[in-house]
């Protein structure tokens, strides 16, 4: 009861049941089977804190979970409990240890015959993986995800998998891909009845759209996915239809419904790194924007310790950090910052951070009577718009609209 509550209708409920579930069996006394469905019940409890954001706790119950399933050789109850775990970690910021959980999870899940958890499991490990910058990697572990959907016909992993392919996709400027992804994960989200990925594909086509300039189809999207998510309750989810959308009025100019519904998705995922750390970064970028450098900083100040592991990331911190220093008057700071900003963007490998970094990183040398200079970051700043365009033929609405955007022609020279 407490996994249909949680998994499709209200985390809230299913927290209570989950509770009361825990309850019963450690008042059941120190038989095998009460020690098991404490196992069980602490695994649930621990599934519904994350979704509500609490990670503390919920890092707490799985451990718990993890050590009864061990002491009673469990294997796979331990699989499931280091998959959870791995979740956690990576909702918490620690890739590393997220992908250590995962790595150690795979082989108990398959011992135990456990598909469904395998297929979840491999697809958490591509986000560690990808987040961390280790693209091939991560890339690796979604056909085998999907294969171990397909084997059992389990349609709503198979929505899971398609969606983080996707989501994943997009913020390194695959977007023909990640419109493909995210359009096949719709629609078996929505003859599943599954709302939960019906959001994550919702968002994941927004975004695509907003970045061709389509705002009125990306906020269509991204207004369904938060009213999707309001319902169920998901602080996880929640934060980030908020951030899709957010970020969606203020490009269309709504400064301040943008910035409010930033502000909200920070207030309900306080303790989940994930999920905090984009609208962290927009409301850093929209201070800039706005001419408050100084704000700018103070949003970025204190990110380090649970976004450091985010490599995917990263390059847009040191570049808004580089932007609001040369706007201070610290030049060669800002510089400085910028430059590492572009070289971390080339390794990770993802053309969108590629292009921010390098065209700010221009438009500084230009600025300072340097334009020699500027030609090589602006450079690669064309050779990431021309790469992401060229995934865009079998979309020619996305296409136009990427071709007519103001990033787009200030990267061609347009």
């Not at 954001?53 to 718990?64: G, I, M, P």
């Amino acid at each position: 009861m407490a996994a249909l509550w949680g998994g499709h209708k209200d985390y809230d409920r299913g927290l209570a049941l989950s509770r009361e579930a825990v309850a019963v069996a450690e008042g059941a006394g120190d038989s095998p089977a009460a020690r098991s469905a404490s196992a069980e019940g602490r695994l649930r409890l621990g599934l519904m804190e994350l979704n509500l954001a609490r990670t503390v706790a919920s890092r707490s119950d799985l451990t718990r979970a993890l050590a009864l399933f061990r002491a009673a050789g469990d294997a796979g109850g331990e699989g499931r409990a280091l998959d959870a775990l791995a979740m956690a970690l990576l909702i918490s910021g620690e890739l590393d240890a997220s992908i250590a959980h995962g790595r150690e999870a795979l082989p108990r899940l398959a011992r135990s015959g456990d598909r469904e958890t395998e297929a979840s499991c491999l697809a958490s490990l591509a986000w560690a993986y990808l987040f961390r910058g280790r693209r091939s990697e991560g890339e690796a572990c979604l056909p085998r995800a999907l294969d171990a959907a397909r084997a059992i016909g389990a349609r709503g992993q198979e929505a899971f998998v398609h969606a983080t392919a996707g989501s994943l996709a997009e913020p390194y400027g695959e977007w023909g891909r990640a419109v493909a992804e995210g359009e096949t994960a719709l629609a078996i989200a929505r003859e599943l009845g599954h709302r939960e990925w019906t959001a994550a594909a919702l968002g994941v086509l927004g975004r695509v759209r907003r970045n061709c300039g389509d705002l009125s189809g990306a906020r269509a999207r991204h207004g369904e996915m938060l009213t999707i998510t309001r319902e169920l309750g998901s602080a996880l989810w929640l934060a980030e239809a908020l951030d899709d959308l957010g970020q969606d009025l203020v490009v269309e100019g709504d400064v301040a419904g943008g910035a409010r519904h930033l502000a909200e998705a920070l207030e309900v995922t306080r303790e989940a790194a994930q999920f905090w750390l984009r609208p962290r970064l927009a409301l850093a970028e929209l201070a800039l924007r706005m001419g408050r450098p100084e704000d700018a900083l103070a949003r970025l100040e204190g990110l380090e310790p649970g976004a450091s592991q985010f490599a995917l990331y990263l390059p847009d911190v040191r570049r808004v950090e580089g932007e609001a220093l040369a706007a201070l008057g610290r030049g060669a700071e800002g510089e400085a910052r910028l430059r590492e900003a572009l070289a971390q963007a080339l390794s990770v490998g993802a053309a969108p951070v590629t292009w921010r970094a390098g065209l700010a990183l221009a438009r500084l040398l230009d600025a300072a009577g340097r334009a020699e200079h500027a030609r090589p970051p602006r450079a690669e700043a064309r050779r990431a718009v021309e790469r992401v365009a060229s995934g865009l033929t079998g979309a020619p609405d996305l296409l136009r609209g990427f071709k007519a955007s103001p990033v787009f022609r200030e990267a061609v020279g347009a």
